[in-house]
């Protein structure tokens, strides 16, 4: 196994979440690794300035989830 990660940074600077791939190592080689590397930091950037820094999720997320499912009724 193999994988490689990049951080998804806020629009403060603060590196808030992360992006990750996770595959075989005979598909992450070294000759793919710098293409998976740009293709998730390209994505990152574009996250980043997106994510709402009021959001309660961002700053304690298990707080986030267990009010979000304690609306939604258990089937």
């Known amino acids: 196994m193999a994988g490689v990660a990049v951080p998804i940074i806020d629009r403060a600077g603060c590196a808030v979440a992360a992006l990750s791939v996770g595959t075989l190592s005979a598909r992450l080689g070294e000759d793919r690794l710098p293409m998976v590397v740009e293709l998730l930091r390209r994505q990152a ?31």
């Open 45 to 75: 950037e574009l996250i980043g300035p997106q994510l709402n820094p009021f959001d309660i999720a961002m700053r304690r997320p298990t707080y986030g989830l267990t009010r979000t499912m304690a609306k939604e009724p258990i089937a």
